[in-house]
């Protein structure tokens, strides 16, 4: 257990537990070189503005409450590991890449305003929440590893990669979303504006579900792959099959208007 208070760490790897559970100004976490410096953190709060990390290769958080990154400067880009079922807050100013790939609790992610950030998810739920601010800002998420529903919301743009076999809950975003190399059988849920999904697994048949009841009439639901696809919700919004290759197709129409489908 170290005092963090205006201390400036060494390389190598470093264990911080703060049992009042916040860090004030002034307290600096800081490694030497920036290679291999490691810091595993127990803690509940970064309360007060002016403090600083710098030169960390990686922040590794083992602690299952709520962290608020929000006050934090941070002097490199860096990597915070989310280790158990975590809550954290205002990261994206702070950290190059949220990844909890070693989790499999809940985890809880709220990027600040207007950054974009990559996340890895652990196979636990996985919630994250990102909005722009002036200017467009991406959350690119990898969920390979996810083995329960991906609940995505804010006004930033969503990309999700790697092999994706589980439910999304797009239903909070107000932006695009992009859904890659789906796989097996899962349910998507549009938010109001523009989705596209691709599978990419020919080996399997592959059933996709899409939510649309959401998209607006002006917006466009997008369908490539050779899934069979049934799109409920009635769907008042664009529909685009230009890159989809095979299976069937079912769709529940809403109030199309002057929209084609």
């Known amino acids: 257990t170290l005092d963090p208070t205006n201390t400036l760490i060494t390389n190598g790897i470093n264990v911080f537990s703060a049992a009042a559970g916040t860090l004030s100004a002034g307290d600096n976490f800081s490694g030497g070189n920036g290679t291999n410096d490691v810091f595993n953190v127990d803690i509940t709060a970064l309360a007060s503005p002016g403090v600083t990390i710098g030169k960390i290769e990686s922040f590794n958080l083992s602690n299952t409450g709520t962290v608020d990154f929000t006050n934090v ?24 890449e949220v990844d909890a790939s070693s989790s499999a609790a809940a985890v809880n992610i709220t990027i600040a305003n207007g950054k974009s950030i990559d996340v890895v998810t652990g196979t636990g739920a996985t919630t994250v929440t990102a909005n722009d601010s002036g200017t467009q800002s991406t959350v ?122």
């Open 140 to 261: 690119t998420i990898d969920a390979s590893l996810a083995n329960a529903l991906l609940d995505i919301n804010g006004s930033a743009d969503f990309v999700i990669n790697g092999t994706v076999d589980v439910g999304v809950d797009a239903a909070g975003t107000s932006d695009s979303v992009t859904i890659a190399n789906t796989k097996g059988t899962l349910t998507v849920t549009a938010g109001d504006s523009d989705l596209t999904i691709t599978d990419s697994e020919t080996t399997i048949a592959q059933t996709l579900t899409v939510d649309a009841g959401a998209l607006d009439d002006n917006k466009t639901l997008t369908i490539g792959g050779d899934a069979n696809v049934a799109i409920t919700g009635g769907l008042v919004g664009n529909l685009n099959l230009s890159t989809y290759t095979g299976g069937s197709v079912s769709v529940a129409l809403g109030n199309v208007g002057d929209n084609a489908a």
């Open 73 to 96: 400067t941070n002097t490199n880009a860096m990597q915070l590991n989310i280790l158990g079922a975590a809550t954290v807050t205002g990261v994206g100013s702070t950290f190059a």
